[in-house]
C-alpha cells in the first residue's frame, strides 16, 4: 500500500516522521480457537477444482519448508493463478478489495477460508461495533470493502505522527 501524508507548511512544527511499527495483535486470538475435526477434515464443496489444487500445492509447499499446516498458522492463497500460489506462515498476507470479497486467504490449522469476522479484527475493526445489513446478498460487498479498509493500528500510528508534526500532541 502507498499513503501519502501532507500537511500544511505554516501548521508544521516539527519534521513529520513516518512511523516505525505498529503494534501486533495476538494472530491466534483474532482468528478464534482451533476446531481440529474441521482442520483436519475440511470441508472443501465450496471451493473450485482449481481452489482445490492451489490448496493441494500451497499445503505441499509448507510442508517442503519444514512446515505443519495442522498445528502452525499457514495462510495460503488459493485464489491466485497456479504459478502464483504462495503461502505464509504467522501473518496475513494484504487483504485487498478483490481477495477479500472472496474470503481471502485459506488458514490451514483452521481448516477454512477467513470468515468475515476475522477479517475484520485483522483489520482492527470490533466486529461487535459494526452496524451492517446482515442478509447474504450484502455479504461479498460487505467483504471487499473489508479489504479496501486502511488497517486501525497502521492509521493510528500515521495519525499521531501526523498529530505530532503539526503540534496537536
Known sequence: RVFIVGTKISTTEQVFKWPIGTR???LEAILGP????????????????FQISNLMAGIDMIVKKGG?????????????????????????????????????????NRGSLLTTTQMLALQGILPSKLVRPVDDASEKP???????AVSIPVLQ??????????GYI
Open 24 to 26: 501486533h495483535n495476538d
Open 34 to 49: 482451533i476446531n481440529k475435526t474441521i482442520a483436519k477434515k475440511p470441508n472443501l464443496d465450496s471451493l473450485a477444482p
Open 68 to 108: 505443519r499446516p495442522l498445528v502452525e498458522t499457514w495462510f495460503v492463497d488459493i485464489h491466485a493463478s497456479k504459478t502464483r500460489v504462495n503461502v505464509r506462515e504467522g501473518m496475513c498476507p494484504c487483504l485487498t478489495k478483490s481477495r477479500a470479497g472472496l474470503k481471502g486467504f485459506w488458514v490451514s
Open 142 to 148: 460487505f467483504d471487499s470493502a473489508i479489504g479496501n
Open 157 to 166: 500510528a500515521i495519525l499521531v505522527n501526523v498529530c505530532k508534526s503539526i
